[in-house]
């Protein structure tokens, strides 16, 4: 982080360089191209090779450093927390026990007679190098002024003499660290000030240093993160270019993925080709690169969290989860209110917004459904009861009379079926939910309006929208980013037959 901030002129031109080469023009790269031969696209297929734990290792920086610049690029909020042990853990207790074993020791030497200086000078030398850590490039003055009084050769000297004014360097470590921190930290240096005891007061001084050093990461995060948007996709292709180089097998997951895909269109268009009179079926079928990678993107909303994710998606893999986790929540909104409506539609069509406070009853019982704990069967449970409850206020208010008890079962019963497999409500929310994704990534990049909502998903149509939005977004950069790589696997699977040469007709990854 500290290189890439050196000079900011150097940050400019490199971005202007790069900024230059439209991110299309990877999109209208060729299924059937020797990609190979282009700048920024993967390295054609080469027999396996023994991997090295240097290789192996370098592949893990590679993957660390692509994951953490994706990170800082696409979320906002990104940042670096200071987190310590709980107290309460084994971890904490040892932390805990040596660290009081440590200035319990330094506390003894401080008060023999004459004192021992030995660790804490070592201590003096530590804070000095941290604080020359948080300069920026050209502070001379103040670097010169902080190597000059915390110079640990002239304090071992005059410790010797018995001539160390300790308090008189804690006090102009203090006033350093407070023309260097973060206003966030001004209270703290005031603690600091306050503090009488030397050892309690160099513990303090470390503590404060830590939060010290989050700052400055966070601030260099947040000035690098215009920087990575602008070069990410260039960025991202050519980190994953050096994992594959040091890992040859680094798109196993990713070829399993999109074959998948391919074996399922495959059947499908066979499914047709024999309900179809005259069809010929002899002739291969034609399947569309798009429509295939497509479908693989689907798969992503109905995946099990709990295999390994293809390679090529592993930095937005927790936001995959989440989404699917939204999506598996409104989906059960969206048969609460089918099947509410289907029974007792009658009875509240005057009520308006009637369908939002199902929305509001279910939204609460529904939350942390991701979770192990979670009881699902219970919660629908709870639905079906508050939403019994509902229905016969609303109708008591209008001089109606109320839901009879085998109704109110039979209302219950149906909710609390949603969670059974096949269940045909489930089955039909599901479909129309997969339809909407569907035809939103068949949209072109560049138009923003969002598909027509499929009947039965109105209800949800605000969030629905939302979480499309993030997943369109999501699918996008990412085949801007892997679109070579996913070609070379397409034309692969697609056409094994086609010559390696130059492309006859482009054919547009996105």
């Known amino acids: 982080l500290n290189d890439d901030q050196n000079s900011d002129s150097d940050s400019s031109r490199l971005s202007e360089s790069t900024a230059s080469s439209s991110d299309s023009e990877y999109s209208r790269q060729s299924f059937n191209s020797d990609s190979?031969?282009?700048?920024?696209?993967?390295?054609?297929?080469?027999?396996?090779?023994?991997?090295?734990?240097?290789?192996l290792m370098a592949a893990a920086r590679n993957l660390t450093d692509l994951t953490l610049a994706h990170e800082i690029a696409v979320n906002a909020n990104f940042c670096i927390k200071h987190e310590d042990f709980p107290q309460n853990s084994f971890a904490g207790t040892v932390k805990q026990i040596v660290h009081k074993a440590f200035w319990d020791h330094l506390e003894s030497e401080l008060n023999e007679d004459p004192p021992e200086y030995e660790h804490a000078i070592k201590l003096f030398e530590e804070i000095k190098e941290i604080l020359l850590s948080f300069l920026t490039p050209g502070a001379n003055r103040i670097q010169n002024q902080i190597c000059e009084v915390l110079d640990t050769d002239l304090i071992r000297q005059q410790a010797e003499h018995n001539a160390v004014d300790i308090h008189g360097l804690a006090n102009y470590i203090i006033n350093t660290m407070g023309k260097l921190c973060a206003p966030v930290r001004d209270n703290d240096i005031k603690q600091l000030k306050a503090t009488d005891n030397i050892v309690e007061l160099l513990r303090q001084i470390f503590r404060v240093l830590d939060l010290m050093k989050v700052d400055m990461a966070n601030y260099t995060i947040q000035n690098l993160r215009p920087y990575l948007q602008r070069n990410l996709v260039d960025y991202e292709r050519t980190k994953f270019q050096e994992i594959l180089e040091e890992t040859p097998s680094a798109l196993d997951l990713t070829t399993e993925w999109i074959k998948e895909s391919i074996e399922d269109e495959l059947s499908s268009v066979s499914d047709e080709s024999?309900?179809?009179?005259?069809?010929?079926?002899?002739?291969?079928?034609?399947?569309?690169p798009t429509l295939v990678l497509n479908n693989s993107y689907l798969k992503l909303l109905q995946w099990d969290y709990r295999k390994t994710i293809p390679e090529t998606l592993i930095t937005d893999e927790v936001r995959l989860q989440e989404l699917r986790e939204k999506l598996n929540q409104l989906k059960i909104i969206a048969c609460v209110?089918?099947?509410?409506?289907?029974?007792?539609?009658?009875?509240?069509?005057d009520v308006p917004d009637f369908a939002d406070q199902l929305k509001r009853i279910s939204v609460p019982l529904l939350e942390g459904m991701n979770k192990k704990t979670f009881d699902l069967k219970e919660a629908l449970n709870a639905i079906g009861v508050q939403i019994c409850s509902k229905v016969n206020r609303s109708l008591t208010e209008r001089g109606l009379p109320t839901l009879n008890e085998e109704m109110q079962s039979n209302l219950m019963g149906q909710i609390a079926h949603i969670v059974e497999e096949n269940n045909p409500v489930s089955s039909l929310i599901d479909k129309r939910i997969q339809f909407f994704m569907r035809s939103l990534l068949a949209l072109p990049s560049?138009?923003?309006?969002?598909?027509?909502?499929?009947?039965?998903?109105?209800?949800?149509?605000?969030?629905?929208?939302?979480?499309?939005?993030?997943?369109?977004s999501i699918v996008n950069f990412n085949k801007q980013v892997y679109g070579p790589f996913y070609a070379n696997i397409l034309r692969k699977l697609l056409f094994p037959e086609a010559p390696m040469g130059k492309a006859e007709t482009a054919t547009p990854i996105n």
Not at 457 to 464: G, N
């Open 36 to 55: 190979s031969s282009k700048p920024s696209s993967p390295a054609s297929a080469s027999p396996p090779k023994i991997i090295t734990f240097d290789e």
């Open 274 to 288: 024999s309900s179809s009179p005259g069809a010929d079926s002899s002739s291969k079928p034609i399947i569309s």
């Open 337 to 349: 209110c089918l099947i509410t409506n289907n029974m007792v539609g009658a009875a509240i069509v």
């Open 446 to 472: 560049f138009q923003k309006c969002m598909p027509t909502m499929p009947g039965g998903l109105s209800v949800i149509q605000t969030e629905m929208e939302f979480v499309g939005s993030q997943y369109a």
